[in-house]
């Protein structure tokens, strides 16, 4: 039997500094926000039949809400899809964001995607 291929993209988010300050409506990154947004973005960007292709295996696995780290699972078909629509997002609610991708990993255990896991 063969298993899903997926690819594993570990992205760094960086907010807008000057919005921190502002105490009347702070933003915590989490996966449910993350995820909302990147598929806001891939349905926004690559319309519904991107959205519905890529939706499958798309999963945003971990969210480190003090460093920004997210680690985000697609498939190895759909990994670029997932890919550019990220860096395509500029906002979090209503706080900019913008990502930077730290690696690329094709599995979770043994690669680097671990040493990325803050706990």
């Keep these: 039997m063969v298993g ?14 000057n919005r ?9 990154v989490t996966q449910f ?6 598929k ?12 519905a292709s890529s939706v499958g295996s798309f999963l945003v696995k971990y969210v480190n809400p003090i460093t920004k780290l997210c680690i985000i699972r697609s498939s190895r078909e759909e990994y670029q899809k997932v890919w550019s629509a990220i ?7 209503n706080c ?3 990502f930077n991708l730290l690696d690329l990993s094709g599995e979770s255990s043994g690669s680097k995607v671990d040493n990325y896991y803050v706990f």
């Design 4 to 17: 899903f291929k997926n690819r594993y993209l570990v992205m760094e988010g960086f907010l807008d500094p």
């Design 20 to 28: 921190e300050l502002a105490a009347e409506d702070p933003i915590i």
């Design 33 to 38: 926000n993350v995820s909302k947004a990147v």
């Design 40 to 51: 806001e973005s891939i349905l926004l960007n690559f319309g519904e039949c991107g959205l």
């Design 87 to 93: 860096t395509m997002v500029r906002s979090i609610g």
């Design 96 to 98: 900019p964001v913008m």
